[in-house]
């Protein structure tokens, strides 16, 4: 494992560096821990085990890292005393990206929303600069202030829309293989699991019929008021099974879901298994960094730091 520090000094000048970053290389992948971040260019310290080898490295404005010297050995005993601290015992996951494959398009989805909108209001509605549902419920918007309809018939319309297009990508769509062997190990050490989605629930469930059996609370967007990126959507969710904010973590594909769990107050965690990058992920403010859930579960449950093994589930 490696561990990276920003070498920063704190106000007090105490020596010791005021964001902790950690990085750990299990056949080949990479986890990034951040407890703090300012704007770039960011210096790190790298220790690397088994040799405790250090680095110093800083991130310049294009995401590039250039190793600048080596220092210190001393900074390990507090790396170990943070990750000690680390508890988690709640995990909401996101559906599409995170736990399974699901190609829908978006773009094709904001144009058919166009085109319907068209059939009730001039002028032609213009490009769109939302996403899908909030780019729905601004089409909505300026057809009832234009039309002065109150029937809701366009967004009815709308949500049927949508909600084919995404049975439609569910049809071919899947779990990831270590979606309900992980779901199952953390059911089996204790935590309580949710998944939250701005999917519909037909769509989840055509990929996952068995849900319900792998988690403590499926939330699809057709069961709350206001889907994520509001928090209330995390927010309920995390209430409904009984958690903590403190203790929990929100885990996702998308800078949305780190935008949830942010404003929720939680712990936040990125993965790359869909269509959006690591950098991207750290830039929105993730907390952790993943290939995917499984690299990622495997590193929180069994946290190696220092000369022990520290559990933060539990």
Aim: proline share 6%; hydrophobic share 40%.
């Amino acid at each position: 494992m490696s561990l990276f520090l920003d070498i920063r000094q704190s106000k007090r000048d105490s020596g010791l560096p005021n964001q902790i970053t950690h990085k750990n290389h299990t056949s080949g992948q990479q986890i990034f821990r951040v407890l703090r971040r300012d704007p770039v260019p960011l210096v790190f310290l790298s220790l690397s085990a088994p040799n405790r080898s250090v680095q110093l490295w800083k991130l310049n404005s294009e995401g590039r890292q250039a190793i600048i010297a080596k220092s210190v050995r001393r900074l390990l005993p507090v790396i170990n005393h943070i990750e000690s601290e680390l508890k988690i015992e709640s995990f909401v996951f996101d559906f599409d990206g995170t736990l399974a494959v699901l190609r829908l398009d978006f773009a094709a989805m904001k144009l058919r929303l166009n085109a319907l909108a068209a059939n009730y209001f001039a002028p032609t509605p213009p490009r769109p600069f939302l996403p899908v549902l909030e780019w729905l419920a601004w089409l909505d918007e300026r057809i009832r202030e234009s039309t002065g309809d109150r029937t809701g018939e366009f967004r009815h319309k709308a949500l049927a829309m949508i909600s084919e297009m995404e049975l439609q990508a569910a049809r071919s769509g899947a779990l990831f293989p270590f979606t309900r062997p992980l779901l199952k190990s953390l059911a089996e050490i204790g935590a309580k699991t949710a998944i939250i989605t701005r999917n519909c629930e037909a769509a989840v469930r055509l990929v996952f019929p068995d849900i319900s059996d792998y988690c403590s609370g499926f939330f699809p967007r057709d069961h709350v008021l206001s889907p994520k990126p509001d928090p209330a959507h995390l927010i309920h969710a995390l209430d409904s099974i009984g958690a903590q904010l403190r203790t929990a973590i929100m885990i996702g594909d998308h800078p949305m879901d780190i935008q949830t769990g942010k404003a929720a107050g939680v712990m936040t965690a990125g993965v790359c298994s869909g269509s959006t990058c690591k950098e991207e992920l750290v830039r929105a403010g993730a907390d952790w960094v993943a290939d995917d859930c499984q690299t990622l579960i495997e590193f929180l449950t069994t946290m190696e730091s220092g000369d022990g093994c520290t559990r933060p589930v539990g």
